[in-house]
């Protein structure tokens, strides 16, 4: 069902259900959001989303507003303006002035800049409890930078449905916290590291690249590929140190791609976003291997490698029959790799013996 | 999957059976708490308590293994109270008269008796079930690792048939896949019956098609299944090339594959990391990982997606499909490829279902799911639209066939293995992130406190866990998350392997382990022994 309503003096559709942010968004509209994200229930906290309706007396805010047949909505106008420049004036009186560069955008900074909001307000240094304890290895909270839009709460609650972490206390000492103030290992947290990917400051960051001092971001080359372990295929982006490791570059950090763009919605878990660094481990294999009449192995070159590997397979062949040989490929590995594999089996030494662990 | 992943949240009724999704497939997971925040019911099937089974409206908790007699009562009910969708049936499929005489025995109290769960959820869950229109059955190993695991499937085909949950969305029938590219590998064709496509290889158009875009004589007589394969090293198998397997600790009862092991002439091993059996290996080739090559994966709703090289392999490692394009050249097969991109394109050139998709369109569009026939085609978001693929949707009737190793007073208990959160598989991967080792560092065993008290056996005590098979020991986590009866361990830790006690009893069909029932038994550790560790 499509009705329509008056969107900056244009007639625009909307279906039934959308909000006002969803169907301004959808016409090329710039609405600043900072509570606001997709995939949660909306909020209506932060206030920066405020629009004018007609016959409305107080602004609504976008987000949590629906749609309504014959509406005349303006997304910008002086008024909107005053009280945009104002809202995030105010919001910064509760953040840290000078900010050391930080893995992720500061949403709140950035948006500051572009609506022109005073950064002179004056200074109310709120007293909000982080954990400095907590011995978690992947999230760290920096309550300095928190302005409680409660997105990494609403998230947990209703996305990750773990409830892992809760508003706590009142007023200016409100602050993201766990029961008693406890290490997210010992919580219903699933360590989903979702409340990194809603938070628009910063305050909620991956622990790991930062004691390992990793570069900001925009030093860093963004790869988009596949997660490599369960079957759901969530897209990431691998942040790679391009200098690191003598050039050969390094995946310092893995964030999730924006959310609506692919099958995983911006979400990964704990695993697909922090379990990555397996592939810089020492206990890498980097030479080809060649076991000696003695048990032990000897480093090879690759061709000797491969040459011994291609002439014991055939020997079996030449002895045994082709279907003496069994090949073994695998669902870890790309298509590609399973294509030329079974192409090996069947093409070059005449067996159908080819499979994976797909049996189990 | 016959749907998309995407559809999950759209479902007004989930049946998760044999499934921990929130530990196995964590994202699918929370596509189904959206799918419950906006109002959906979901039952799940499980032995074990499970972090779904809390959110779920009904817990079905199972006795391992008594599948067939849970799906068979449902649709006993559906048939029994008029729920069928009589019309999908008569346009859309065969074989309903004899399911329907099939499970005519199967009545819900009978289903009670032996599977455990009261009567009457099962009649509320198969009510619900066929008279809601978006619902959908997802399911993993717990319903194919085992003996009679091809019947289970079967079970829930007649279920998805009977009520016409079939070709729409946000239904279906959905089995997650566990790893990155299972679905991708056998698409490939590294299978021993298909070819690339699923063509059959004693088919004998497929063959020749394939001889002459080869240009080599094929074989046409189907392969060993891995399963096969395994029980036939040493034997039958005298050379083995593994790539990115740790058959040692994967495959099960492994003593017996050791034994095997022993006896083969030749083992090339080609992986990222030593592993077990690496012990065997006569050549090891070291490969490059995802972060590092190039080529896609194919995801559980058959999405073709990129993997993109981001970094350079350490040392000399290199690409899995370069290192055997080498191994080929070496017997005299120059295949000329020069990259990826060539090679999906050669894949796709004789397998019709994926003609249309080319690393350049999954580029351009960040994702495209077969069939997909043609260049111009957009790909198939949930199967059997309007109808079912291949003539006719086949009814299978069933009949409950027990679990081939069954508890007896030697051995009293139930034992299933599975996946955590934390690791994954052989966990080469994940024991190396210090993160996951910390939160779950060493095996262990979950027991009913009921079953821990008759041994003696408090919360934490390490113990050992013993089958006909073999003997590991564990960290005891007593837990009312497992029936009183049953056991439960994950199967990570290398130096306790899972696989040195379950059973290498094959599905009748797939040659599937039943790696989630064999009879085993816990005991303490003697102090004497736990002092000398």
């Known amino acids: ?360 | 999957m016959t749907n998309s992943i995407g559809e999950i949240r759209d479902a007004d009724f989930l049946f998760v059976i044999g499934s921990n999704t929130t530990e196995a497939h964590p994202i699918i997971a929370m596509e189904m708490k959206r799918a419950i925040g906006s109002g959906a019911t979901l039952v799940v099937a499980d032995p074990r308590s499970i972090w779904l089974s809390q959110l779920a409206d009904k817990h079905l908790q199972l006795r391992p293994g008594t599948d067939v007699w849970l799906l068979n009562a449902m649709a006993h009910v559906i048939i029994g109270e008029g729920l069928v969708d009589q019309a999908f049936i008569d346009a859309h499929t065969e074989g309903y008269e004899a399911v329907a005489e099939a499970v005519r025995d199967y009545t819900p109290e009978r289903a009670e008796e032996v599977t455990g769960i009261p009567a009457e959820d099962i009649i509320w869950t198969a009510r619900r079930y066929a008279t809601t229109e978006k619902a959908g059955i997802y399911y993993t190993l717990g319903i194919t690792e085992h003996s009679h695991g091809t019947d289970n499937v079967y079970a829930l085909a007649n279920l998805v048939l009977m009520t016409g949950h079939l070709g729409k969305p946000s239904s279906g029938m959905n089995p997650l896949r566990g790893q990155n590219n299972v679905q991708g590998a056998n698409d490939a064709g590294a299978t021993p019956i298909f070819l690339p496509g699923y063509q059959r290889v004693d088919d004998p158009e497929v063959h020749a098609k394939y001889e002459k875009s080869w240009g080599v004589p094929l074989s046409p007589v189907p392969g060993m299944n891995l399963n096969v394969m395994m029980k036939a090293v040493g034997k039958e198998i005298l050379g083995l090339y593994v790539m990115g397997e740790d058959i040692l600790l994967s495959e099960p009862n492994v003593s017996r594959l050791e034994e095997g092991m022993n006896k083969i002439e030749f083992l090339v091993l080609q992986d990222a990391f030593m592993n077990e059996t690496a012990r065997f290996a006569d050549v090891i080739l070291p490969a490059a990982i995802f972060a590092e090559k190039d080529g896609t994966f194919t995801n559980s709703e058959r999405r073709v997606q990129r993997v993109r090289k981001a970094v350079e392999p350490p040392g000399m490692a290199r690409p899995d499909w370069e290192i055997v394009c080498d191994l080929a050249k070496a017997v005299g097969h120059d295949w000329k490829f020069e990259n990826t991109a060539q090679v999906y394109a050669e894949m796709v050139r004789d397998a019709p279902k994926f003609a249309g998709i080319s690393h350049e369109r999954v580029d351009s569009e960040g994702g495209l799911q077969w069939p997909c026939p043609a260049p111009d085609h957009p790909g198939t978001k949930f199967l059997h639209e309007g109808g079912v693929l291949r003539g006719k949707g086949q009814f299978q009737a069933v009949q409950y066939r027990p679990s081939e190793e069954l508890p007896d007073h030697e051995y009293t208990l139930v034992l299933s293995t599975g996946r955590t959160l934390y690791h994954y598989n052989a966990a080469t991967q994940t024991r190396r992130e210090s993160g996951l080792a910390a939160k779950q560092p060493r095996m262990f065993v979950q027991i009913h406190p009921w079953d821990a008290k008759q041994r003696g056996i408090t919360n934490g005590e390490r113990v050992e866990v013993y089958s006909r098979r073999g003997t590991i020991t564990a960290d005891a986590v007593v837990t009312k998350e497992v029936r009183r009866g049953c056991i439960w361990i994950p199967l990570h830790f290398a130096e306790a392997r899972a696989n040195l006690l379950t059973n290498d009893a094959g599905d009748a069909v797939t040659q599937t382990a039943e790696y989630k029932v064999c009879a085993a038994e816990v005991r303490k550790i003697p102090e004497q022994v736990l002092s000398a560790e």
């Open chain 1, 1 to 360: 069902m499509t009705d329509s309503l008056e969107l900056d003096g244009k007639r625009v559709s909307f279906s039934a259900g959308e909000t006002l942010l969803e169907v301004a968004r959808r016409h090329g509209k710039e609405i600043p959001t900072l509570c606001h994200d997709p995939r949660l229930k909306p909020a209506g906290a932060c206030r920066t989303c405020l629009v004018e309706v007609n016959g409305f007396r107080r602004m609504p805010p976008a987000c949590a507003t629906r749609a309504t047949a014959d509406m005349q909505v303006t997304t910008n106008s002086e008024r909107i303006q005053r009280h945009r420049q104002g809202l995030l004036s105010l919001y910064l009186t509760d953040h840290p002035e000078t900010q050391p560069e930080r893995l992720s955008k500061n949403q709140l900074v950035e948006m500051a800049e572009r609506y022109g909001a005073a950064g002179d307000w004056g200074s109310m240094a709120s007293e909000r409890a982080g954990r400095r304890e907590d011995r978690n290895p992947y999230v760290h909270f920096e309550p300095d930078l928190c302005i409680l839009c409660a997105r990494c709460t609403r998230y947990c609650d209703e996305v990750e449905a773990v409830n892992a972490i809760t508003l706590a206390h009142r007023g200016a000492k409100t602050t993201i916290a766990t029961v008693d103030q406890a290490s997210l290992m010992d919580t219903s947290c699933e360590l989903c590291g979702g409340c990194i990917d809603v938070c628009p400051t910063g305050a909620m960051t991956e622990k790991l690249p930062l004691t390992r001092q990793v570069k900001p971001s925009k030093h860093l080359k963004v790869v988009r590929s596949t997660c490599n372990y369960c079957g759901v295929g969530c897209q990431l982006d691998l942040n790679v140190d391009t200098s690191a490791n003598e050039g050969r570059g390094k995946v310092v950090r893995v964030t999730s791609p924006e959310t609506g763009t692919t099958t995983n919605d911006g979400n990964l878990c704990v695993k697909g976003r922090f379990a990555y660094d397996f592939v810089d481990h020492p206990d890498r294999l980097t030479v080809p291997l060649i076991r000696q009449p003695d048990g032990s192995f000897k480093e090879a070159s690759w061709e000797e490698a491969i040459r011994v590997a291609a002439d014991g397979l055939s020997r079996v062949k030449s002895r045994h029959g082709a279907d003496a040989l069994g090949f073994v490929s695998s669902s870890r590995c790309t298509m590609e790799d399973n294509y030329v594999v079974q192409k090996l089996s069947r093409a070059a030494f005449g067996t159908n013996n080819c499979h994976q662990c797909a049996a189990t």
